[in-house]
């Protein structure tokens, strides 16, 4: 029978329940369908710390190798220490993880050689009527020689090459909290900080794809709360707070405020630019004014672009940008094969803050300029209605811009906003962003009382 792949195939990765919705024997065909779209001779993989990681990872080996592809296993791993593999050993990968997501799903996130992203439009949709196909009429012959499988360590090699980008050696004694979340950087953190004049204070470092403290994702305010307290606790200079698999960084401050990934793509920004004056900084389109302000400042060139992974890749490598910034707190640099890197982004930090006397608030005070209203989702009967209902409300207003680059924004002289809805759930979310609280709350309320009318 075919499988049926809609529920599982987003638009850059693979992700579902495991075994519901797939398993091994898929993910073997996904390992075939893998190298068939990307002629690769040769492929690294990589697994978090979720119980079907390994099972499924092997068996995207077997599928690869059945079709003359030699398979280096590079066991568990953060998903930048993928794209590190990929990048440093110029092959394309695969990633099995799914990232926050709770313990009974899994996924695959795919790359070509120097971690160039494999989404919709990359390769994925043709994975998937593969997958489809052999599903339905059988595996495809296999190759007259198999591919060899073989390991790897990547995890020093990956830790020293993150240290050749940020200098951390002369910086002050810095005491850093960090909440790993029982995901991989429990397992990545240890070695990148090693040797560095770091006090670190570890939380939830076990790996333990059950997540038993809190959920992997320090996005929602809820899984900083243990982090926050034991900053404080610690008297520590910061925290840090990563995600499943490891690739999205989060920042406390010494106060165990909360730092916007605005405030640190500007922070990073200003650092990169100041290595490679006059480069082109990308962020997207939710991201504070204060990004593209500090990237003129210091001499750069900003350019917004939608949100998601693939497109920032992808106008990185158009732009040659020096970074690129998101909301979510994924960043990505130009000496990483354009991919993200939570680690990066937090040496940087740590490297700003060890560099000089002072706080972490108030280093960051410069960057966070603006009051925000963050990400509020609302679940609507129709998306398409009340995006209209918004258009029109605002259309023909003297003073504003509206553009329809990813989503509704809505610009004034003193606030803006966007709405986008969500391509996989019936949400609308809505970003606001102005020069005082007041003018901020305001807009946000009248927005919000239109879209959930």
């Known amino acids: 029978m075919a499988a049926d792949l809609s529920q599982i195939v987003k638009a850059y990765d693979v992700r579902g329940v495991v075994p519901d919705q797939w398993d091994e024997s898929l993910a073997e065909l996904f390992g075939a369908a893998f190298v068939t779209v990307t002629q690769a001779d040769a492929i690294v993989i990589g697994h978090d710390m979720r119980p079907s990681s390994p099972g499924l990872s092997a068996a995207f080996a077997r599928g690869a190798a059945a079709l003359g592809a030699d398979v280096t296993l590079i066991g568990l791993c953060s ?3 993928l794209y590190y593999a990929s990048g440093a050993l110029d092959l394309p ?8 997501n709770p313990a009974r799903y899994n996924g695959i996130k795919m790359c070509r050689k120097g971690a160039a992203p494999v989404g919709q439009d990359t390769g994925l949709a043709e994975i998937r009527e593969l997958v489809e196909r052999w ?9 007259p020689k198999a591919g060899t499988i073989t390991e790897r360590e990547t995890l020093t090699d990956y830790a020293a090459h993150l240290k050749s980008l940020v200098d951390l050696t002369a910086i002050r004694p810095l005491k850093v909290v960090v909440d790993a979340g029982n995901g991989m950087g429990g397992h990545t953190v240890p070695t990148v900080f090693d040797g560095l004049p770091l006090d670190l204070v570890p939380m939830y ?4 794809g059950t997540f038993p403290n809190h959920e992997a994702n320090p996005l929602d305010p809820a899984n900083i709360v243990d982090l926050q307290a034991r900053v404080i606790a610690e008297g520590a200079d910061l925290g840090l707070a990563f995600d499943g698999d490891a690739d999205r960084c989060f920042v406390v401050d010494e106060r165990g405020e909360p730092v916007s990934p605005s405030a640190i793509t500007a922070l990073v920004a200003a650092r990169e630019l100041a290595r490679h004056p006059g480069g082109t ?3 997207n389109l939710i991201t504070s004014w204060s990004v593209p302000e500090v990237v003129r400042e210091n001499g750069g060139t900003p350019v917004r672009t939608r949100v998601g992974h693939s497109f920032i890749k992808q106008e ?7 970074f690129g910034g998101e909301h979510s707190a994924h960043y990505y640099f130009a000496d990483f094969w354009n991919a993200d890197t939570g680690m990066l982004a937090a040496l940087h930090v740590l490297a700003a803050l060890g560099g000089q006397e002072g706080t972490l608030s108030a280093l960051v005070a410069q960057y966070d300029r603006y009051a925000g209203s963050g990400e509020i989702n609302s679940t609507v009967d129709d998306q398409v209605a009340r995006a209209a209902a918004v258009r029109a409300a605002y259309e023909g207003r003297d003073g504003l811009t509206l553009d329809e680059l990813d989503g509704l924004t809505v610009t004034a002289q003193d606030w803006w906003f966007n ?8 949400l609308l979310r809505l970003n606001v ?10 807009v946000r309320d009248e927005v919000l009382a239109l879209v959930r009318g």
């Open 79 to 81: 998903t930048d220490q």
């Open 93 to 100: 990968g695969a990633m099995f993880t799914a990232s926050h």
């Open 135 to 143: 599903s339905e009429q059988g595996a495809p012959a296999v190759a």
């Open 205 to 208: 470092f076990e790996l333990d």
């Open 281 to 283: 900084v990308i962020h």
């Open 316 to 322: 990185m490598a158009a732009t040659g940008a020096i």
């Open 419 to 426: 709405l986008r809805a969500s391509n996989t759930e019936p």
């Open 433 to 442: 962003e102005a020069r005082d609280e007041a003018t901020m709350a305001k």
